[in-house]
T-cell receptor
Framework: AQSVTQLDSHVSVSEGTPVLLRCNYS??????LFWYVQHPNKGLQLLLK??????LVKGINGFEAEFKKSETSFHLTKPSAHMSDAAEYFCVVRQEYGNKLVFGAGTILRVKS | NAGVTQTPKFQVLKTGQSMTLQCAQDMNHNSMYWYRQDPGMGLRLIYYSASEGTTDKGEVPNGYNVSRLNKREFSLRLESAAPSQTSVYFCASRSLAGGSYEQYFGPGTRLTVT
């Protein structure tokens, strides 16, 4: 069965410094992977998705993620954090059969001024 | 387009009470989903409806029922609420066109059961 592991439950960075949120996946096939963001008291918004095209995926708000099959990773990065990036981020994999998504536990990003 | 809408936004229930959470989407999507979100556990799928007229259990269906009323609407019912059902509930929808798998989420319903 497909699964994702988000390696950090909390990440704290200073404004203007790089962001790295780590995600490893488990899948027996070439997966579809996603990053969603949830700002406080809001719903989830799609940041970016990987669906077996380019391995470097660019998303909204300057975020990008790189699919690395050899490392089974799909880490989310941003060169320079902004205060508005403070939120919870979810790494998500599509189940091989059916229309379902499997969510990681989430990483809370804190941005310090 | 409003996207995915949910009502109510907040609800407090006493143990044993029942209620229905409403969800509607105006994107002509085929599939709809109900999730619950608990701290440190991500989102867990309660029920889903792959298309109008079908519903299936997800990961945590116990204590819930659903109705796919039409293509737009998908409701979640708690027949006898329990404190363990205190959570934030999200509805989502997905189009089957073009092999796209991303889901679009509503703003959530915060439910407290006392």
């Amino acid at each position: 069965a497909q699964s994702v592991t988000q390696l950090d439950s909390h990440v704290s960075v200073s404004e203007g410094t790089p962001v790295l949120l780590r995600c490893n996946y488990s899948s027996s096939y070439s997966p579809s992977l996603f990053w969603y963001v949830q700002h406080p008291n809001k719903g989830l918004q799609l940041l970016l998705k990987y669906t077996s095209a380019a391995t470097l995926v660019k998303g909204i708000n300057g975020f990008e993620a790189e699919f690395k099959k050899s490392e089974t990773s799909f880490h989310l990065t941003k060169p320079s954090a902004h205060m508005s990036d403070a939120a919870e981020y979810f790494c998500v994999v599509r189940q091989e059969y059916g229309n379902k998504l499997v969510f990681g536990a989430g990483t809370i990003l804190r941005v310090k001024s | 387009n409003a996207g995915v809408t949910q009502t109510p936004k907040f609800q407090v229930l006493k143990t044993g009470q029942s209620m229905t959470l409403q969800c509607a989407q105006d994107m002509n999507h085929n599939s709809m989903y109900w999730y619950r979100q608990d701290p440190g556990m991500g989102l867990r799928l309660i029920y889903y409806s792959a298309s109008e007229g079908t519903t299936d259990k997800g990961e945590v269906p116990n204590g819930y029922n659903v109705s796919r009323l039409n293509k737009r609407e998908f409701s979640l019912r708690l027949e006898s609420a329990a404190p363990s059902q205190t959570s934030v509930y999200f509805c989502a929808s997905r189009s089957l066109a073009g092999g796209s798998y991303e889901q679009y989420f509503g703003p959530g319903t915060r439910l407290t059961v006392t």
